[in-house]
């Protein structure tokens, strides 16, 4: 009898039990990347170069990392599941030619290659990845871009398998740019510069490198709204604005880097004689240095005193109520 009732104690305990793990499974994520991902870790370990298995600790290794609803109604990675971590055959494809090979010879490459010396290209693999990343603003003029039509893939600068990637990093971000930038390399060591060498900010502050409706991948739909986000105390308005200023500060700043001070192209008064001639009629430029017009405003006088922002001190605009002749004045 006593055996009778520890058995069915027992029983009754074993479903308990039971009931609450499989509530709990049917609460919790299904663990995609483990299932998913056994048979490509079978081969490719923590020794492989690079170290595969670090994508782990990033967010395309987080099996918890959900998102919500995609907007379109299309799943993603072939499940009904919402969650965003891929597996190795989303991103490399199913790959059955690699995984089935027994032979004895060089083992097929999967069915997407990111590296080495044959990668797929570059169409393929960038469509692999807006499989995931094409939900957002920031890449919607991703398509027919410079970066796009010139074939830069994702890969080129992003690195997904690594902890911490280099190019969402401020400090690093400018090292992955410098990769192709060359000459803009050369311009930030100069001494008048931005202070992305310091740390202090990243191309990605005023580029967007999936495109933009702006010139030259700027965040903004124009260089100098770009450059208003953090220069505010420029755009006015004024009541005698500077028609260079208004149309691109490129004109008469080189933002990467001069040596120039406050990163003009060149030094005044020889950057404002690109656009202005001489005060009088006689001198046809300031820099002559001939003294054919007497008076202060003589050629030597501003060429030697380089003499213009000392009146012009306001030369992106003024609101000076002066004269037409008297305008960016303080």
Same mark, same amino acid.
């Given at each position: 009898?006593?055996?009778?009732?520890?058995?069915?104690t027992?029983?009754?305990?074993a479903?308990?039990?039971l009931c609450v793990?499989?509530?709990q499974?049917?609460?919790? #994520?299904q663990?995609?990347?483990?299932k998913?991902?056994? +048979?490509?870790t079978?081969c490719?370990? !923590?020794?492989d170069?690079?170290?595969?298995?670090a994508i782990g600790?990033?967010?395309?290794?987080?099996?918890?990392d959900?998102?919500p609803p995609n907007p379109?109604? *299309?799943?993603r990675?072939?499940?009904?599941?919402d969650?965003r971590?891929?597996?190795?055959t989303?991103?490399?494809g199913?790959?059955?030619?690699?995984l089935?090979? *027994?032979?004895?010879? *060089?083992?097929?490459?999967?069915?997407?290659v990111?590296?080495?010396?044959?990668p797929?290209s570059?169409?393929?693999?960038n469509?692999?990845? %807006?499989?995931?990343h094409?939900?957002?603003? *920031?890449?919607d003029?991703?398509?027919g871009s410079v970066?796009?039509t010139?074939?830069v893939?994702?890969s080129?600068?992003?690195k997904?398998?690594?902890a911490k990637?280099?190019?969402?990093?401020?400090?690093? %971000?400018?090292e992955?740019?410098?990769?192709?930038?060359?000459?803009?390399?050369? %311009?930030?060591n100069? #001494?008048?510069?931005?202070?992305?060498v310091?740390?202090?900010m990243?191309?990605?502050?005023?580029?967007?490198?999936?495109?933009s409706a702006g010139?030259?991948?700027?965040?903004?739909?124009?260089v100098?709204?770009?450059?208003?986000?953090?220069?505010?105390?420029?755009?006015?308005?004024?009541?005698h604005?500077?028609?260079?200023?208004? !149309?691109?500060c490129?004109?008469c700043?080189? +933002?990467?880097g001069?040596t120039a001070p406050?990163l003009?192209?060149?030094?005044? #008064?020889?950057?404002?004689?690109?656009?202005h001639?001489t005060?009088?009629a006689? %001198?046809?430029?300031?820099?002559?240095?001939?003294?054919g017009?007497?008076?202060?405003w003589?050629?030597?006088?501003?060429t030697?005193g380089?003499?213009?922002l000392?009146?012009?001190t306001?030369v992106?605009?003024?609101?000076n #109520?002066?004269?037409?002749g008297?305008?960016?004045?303080?």
């Amino acid at each position: 009898m006593k055996l009778m009732r520890r058995l069915m104690t027992w029983c009754v305990a074993a479903g308990v039990v039971l009931c609450v793990s499989s509530v709990q499974a049917a609460d919790e #994520p299904q663990d995609l990347v483990l299932k998913g991902d056994a +048979a490509c870790t079978a081969c490719h370990d !923590e020794s492989d170069a690079p170290e595969l298995l670090a994508i782990g600790k990033t967010r395309h290794g987080t099996v918890a990392d959900t998102r919500p609803p995609n907007p379109i109604g *299309k799943t993603r990675h072939g499940t009904q599941t919402d969650i965003r971590t891929p597996t190795c055959t989303s991103c490399h494809g199913a790959s059955e030619a690699h995984l089935d090979y *027994k032979g004895s010879g *060089k083992r097929p490459h999967p069915d997407v290659v990111y590296g080495g010396k044959t990668p797929s290209s570059a169409q393929v693999r960038n469509e692999t990845c %807006q499989e995931c990343h094409s939900h957002d603003s *920031k890449r919607d003029h991703w398509d027919g871009s410079v970066h796009q039509t010139r074939d830069v893939t994702c890969s080129a600068c992003h690195k997904a398998h690594v902890a911490k990637d280099p190019v969402r990093d401020k400090r690093m %971000q400018s090292e992955t740019c410098f990769a192709c930038h060359k000459a803009q390399r050369t %311009q930030l060591n100069k #001494p008048s510069h931005h202070p992305l060498v310091e740390g202090k900010m990243s191309c990605s502050d005023c580029h967007n490198p999936h495109g933009s409706a702006g010139p030259s991948l700027m965040k903004r739909d124009s260089v100098v709204d770009t450059c208003y986000a953090c220069h505010m105390e420029k755009r006015g308005p004024f009541v005698h604005s500077h028609q260079p200023v208004d !149309e691109n500060c490129g004109n008469c700043h080189e +933002a990467h880097g001069t040596t120039a001070p406050s990163l003009l192209k060149s030094r005044p #008064p020889f950057l404002c004689q690109t656009c202005h001639t001489t005060h009088g009629a006689i %001198q046809p430029s300031v820099a002559s240095g001939s003294v054919g017009n007497p008076g202060w405003w003589n050629g030597a006088a501003i060429t030697q005193g380089r003499g213009c922002l000392n009146c012009h001190t306001q030369v992106h605009g003024s609101n000076n #109520p002066a004269s037409a002749g008297q305008r960016l004045f303080r």
